[in-house]
């Protein structure tokens, strides 16, 4: 009695689907295969059956060459025909209770899935993978299904997964970090159309696509897929080492001196320059479109703030987090006044499902609007209410969900990776007071940020597959609490007034704050959530 022999095992990091009509040559398979293409699917929706048979033949010729699995899109007959590692079927394709009874039982099933119930499905016809999609918006196929966006891939990851369509090498590190589940699941890959047939160096492209898979799959079991570490620069989780790490992060940012380039509330954008110069930074305040791709190479972190938007810094804010990520570098986004108007929503929403956030801050009502809470209200820029009823447990649901380090600020102020959740308890009412408070905040975390994204880890340096490397969330404990710590000792100065006074005061002692000040004042309190 002889046993059935096993399916073949398929790599599914760089998954090619085939375009003719994009081919700028014959040569372009054996290139990006090359280049480092596991998988390729012959996709042919227009071709009649001898065509997609000869086409099918002449691409599994190149790829046996190179031992490269083939997959056909649709077509149980022409899979059967050339021997094919597998079949894709889509939602309106053949069954596949029907094409299991077709095809040899060493066939690999995979089925494009849109939503969880169609995932459910997929599981309960016990297919071998599923191409969860479209990802992004894509011009090589006419959708049938809304897109899944990349923040709402996450909870179809129940089964082997791959992401489809719009991938490119512009957004694919977001497309691998945002879709991380709440459990840790990753992708196993991502497929490709346009970016590499349309290309005139398909190699090339192929290699670049490559390498950002397996390092960000190299460090996805690390915290949960998240693209930063939380090393405490290479302590335990104590009070005492995040204290440590933020009077180091002090000492660096006055040694080193970080570009930080902020699109801003130009309302407060002088006072924001002139607080990133006190602690030590050194501000860029461009917001002209064309000036993003060069001011990401150079500065060392970066804040994105909404408070004044304009159609021309919205376009100059996809353009920096884009840009950011591609770099490996910090980006902050502060979502003022989300909860005031539906163009202020709705710009969030592009620009989180455009590139990946390192830290979201924001008050009470800007994370409950985020988060889709309907516990904290908003008037305007401000919360109302008495806010939420266990905040920390809602910035490390939001941490989770979104991949980012969640700031709250408030009298008291809560951050969290998702893993651990800090609360800070410094400050003096009058920060409230004055106007842009928030916006400072921001230009200080960002500033941290920035210097920690150059500090290594406990690890020994860049972590493969985190987007920096350093202490992110020791970055934004920083920041919160050399701010709120310099607000105190300047209400005791004995020369504040009120907030007219209560500012340039507050700049002085951003300038003259003293680690030890900092140690002695500091107020943390970790939680268990």
Same mark, same amino acid.
């Given at each position: 009695?002889t046993?059935?022999?096993p399916k073949? &095992?398929i790599d599914?990091s760089?998954?090619?689907?085939?375009?003719?009509d994009?081919l700028?040559s014959?040569?372009?398979?054996?290139q990006a295969?090359l280049?480092?293409?596991?998988?390729?699917?012959?996709?042919e929706?227009?071709a009649?059956?001898?065509?997609f048979?000869?086409i099918?033949r &002449?691409t599994?010729?190149?790829?046996?060459?190179h031992n490269?699995p083939?997959?056909?899109?649709?077509r149980?007959?022409?899979?059967i025909a050339?021997?094919?590692?597998g079949?894709?079927l889509?939602?309106t394709?053949?069954?596949v209770e029907?094409?299991?009874?077709?095809l040899p039982?060493t066939?690999v099933?995979?089925?494009?899935?849109n939503n969880?119930n169609?995932a459910?499905?997929?599981?309960e016809?016990?297919?071998?993978y599923?191409g969860?999609?479209?990802v992004?918006d894509?011009k090589?196929k006419?959708?049938v299904?809304p897109?899944?966006?990349?923040?709402?891939?996450?909870e179809?990851?129940?089964?082997?997964a791959?992401?489809?369509c719009?991938i490119?090498t512009?957004n694919?590190l977001r497309?691998?970090?945002?879709?991380?589940?709440?459990s840790g699941?990753?992708?196993?890959g991502?497929?490709?159309v346009?970016?590499?047939?349309?290309?005139?160096?398909?190699?090339?492209?192929?290699?670049e696509?490559?390498g950002?898979?397996?390092?960000?799959k190299?460090?996805?079991?690390?915290?949960n897929g998240?693209?930063?570490s939380t090393?405490?620069l290479?302590g335990p989780v104590?009070?005492?080492?995040i204290?440590?790490g933020v009077?180091?992060?002090m000492k660096r940012?006055?040694?080193?001196n970080?570009?930080v380039h902020?699109?801003?509330?130009n309302?407060?954008a002088?006072?924001?320059?002139?607080v990133t110069?006190?602690i030590?930074g050194?501000?860029?305040?461009a917001? &002209?479109?064309q000036?993003?791709e060069?001011?990401a190479?150079i500065?060392?972190?970066?804040?994105?703030?909404?408070?004044?938007?304009?159609?021309?810094?919205?376009?100059?804010?996809m353009?920096?987090?884009q840009?950011?990520?591609?770099?490996?570098?910090p980006?902050?986004?502060?979502?003022v006044?989300i909860?005031?108007?539906?163009?202020r929503?709705?710009?969030?929403?592009e620009?989180l499902d455009?590139?990946?956030?390192?830290?979201?801050?924001?008050? &009470?009502g800007?994370?409950?609007?985020?988060?889709?809470?309907?516990e904290v209200a908003s008037?305007?820029?401000?919360?109302?209410?008495?806010?939420f009823?266990d905040?920390?447990?809602?910035v490390q649901r939001l941490?989770r969900?979104e991949?980012?380090?969640v700031?709250?600020?408030?009298?008291?102020d809560?951050i969290?990776?998702?893993?651990t959740?800090i609360s800070?308890?410094?400050g003096?009412e009058?920060?409230?007071k004055?106007t842009?408070s928030?916006?400072?905040?921001?230009?200080c975390?960002?500033?941290y940020c920035?210097?920690?994204?150059?500090?290594p880890?406990s690890t020994?340096?860049d972590?493969?597959g985190?987007?920096?490397?350093?202490?992110?969330?020791l970055?934004a404990?920083?920041?919160?609490?050399?701010l709120t710590?310099?607000?105190e000792?300047?209400?005791?100065?004995?020369n504040?007034?009120?907030?007219?006074?209560?500012?340039?005061?507050?700049?002085?002692?951003l300038?003259t704050?003293?680690?030890?000040?900092?140690r002695?004042?500091?107020k943390?309190?970790?939680?268990s959530?």
């Amino acid at each position: 009695m002889t046993s059935t022999p096993p399916k073949r &095992a398929i790599d599914y990091s760089l998954y090619l689907v085939t375009g003719r009509d994009l081919l700028p040559s014959g040569k372009v398979y054996s290139q990006a295969i090359l280049g480092g293409v596991t998988v390729v699917q012959v996709r042919e929706k227009d071709a009649d059956t001898g065509e997609f048979l000869t086409i099918a033949r &002449a691409t599994k010729t190149i790829c046996d060459k190179h031992n490269i699995p083939v997959i056909i899109n649709d077509r149980v007959d022409i899979a059967i025909a050339i021997r094919a590692d597998g079949v894709h079927l889509g939602q309106t394709d053949m069954s596949v209770e029907v094409a299991k009874k077709l095809l040899p039982p060493t066939t690999v099933i995979g089925v494009s899935v849109n939503n969880v119930n169609q995932a459910k499905k997929a599981v309960e016809d016990g297919v071998d993978y599923v191409g969860i999609g479209a990802v992004w918006d894509t011009k090589t196929k006419k959708l049938v299904q809304p897109v899944v966006g990349v923040r709402n891939v996450g909870e179809l990851l129940d089964v082997f997964a791959v992401g489809e369509c719009g991938i490119k090498t512009t957004n694919l590190l977001r497309t691998l970090h945002g879709s991380v589940s709440i459990s840790g699941y990753g992708l196993d890959g991502v497929a490709v159309v346009s970016e590499i047939v349309a290309s005139r160096e398909p190699r090339e492209v192929a290699k670049e696509l490559k390498g950002i898979v397996m390092e960000f799959k190299s460090g996805l079991s690390m915290s949960n897929g998240l693209l930063f570490s939380t090393s405490y620069l290479g302590g335990p989780v104590t009070k005492e080492n995040i204290v440590e790490g933020v009077v180091e992060l002090m000492k660096r940012v006055r040694e080193l001196n970080p570009l930080v380039h902020q699109i801003t509330n130009n309302v407060v954008a002088t006072q924001s320059a002139n607080v990133t110069l006190a602690i030590g930074g050194s501000p860029i305040m461009a917001t &002209a479109p064309q000036e993003m791709e060069d001011l990401a190479k150079i500065c060392n972190s970066f804040l994105v703030n909404i408070g004044t938007l304009t159609t021309t810094t919205q376009e100059a804010m996809m353009m920096i987090g884009q840009y950011a990520n591609l770099q490996r570098k910090p980006v902050v986004l502060d979502p003022v006044g989300i909860g005031a108007t539906q163009y202020r929503k709705n710009t969030v929403n592009e620009l989180l499902d455009t590139w990946q956030a390192t830290v979201i801050k924001g008050n &009470a009502g800007e994370i409950a609007a985020i988060a889709g809470s309907s516990e904290v209200a908003s008037k305007g820029v401000d919360s109302v209410g008495v806010g939420f009823k266990d905040p920390a447990s809602a910035v490390q649901r939001l941490a989770r969900r979104e991949k980012s380090i969640v700031v709250m600020t408030g009298p008291v102020d809560y951050i969290s990776d998702g893993i651990t959740t800090i609360s800070l308890h410094n400050g003096n009412e009058l920060l409230g007071k004055i106007t842009g408070s928030g916006c400072i905040t921001g230009s200080c975390i960002t500033t941290y940020c920035g210097v920690a994204a150059s500090v290594p880890s406990s690890t020994g340096g860049d972590v493969p597959g985190r987007m920096v490397k350093g202490d992110m969330l020791l970055g934004a404990v920083a920041g919160i609490l050399v701010l709120t710590i310099a607000a105190e000792l300047a209400v005791e100065r004995g020369n504040v007034r009120g907030p007219g006074t209560f500012l340039p005061s507050l700049i002085d002692e951003l300038w003259t704050l003293d680690t030890e000040e900092v140690r002695k004042r500091a107020k943390v309190v970790l939680h268990s959530t």
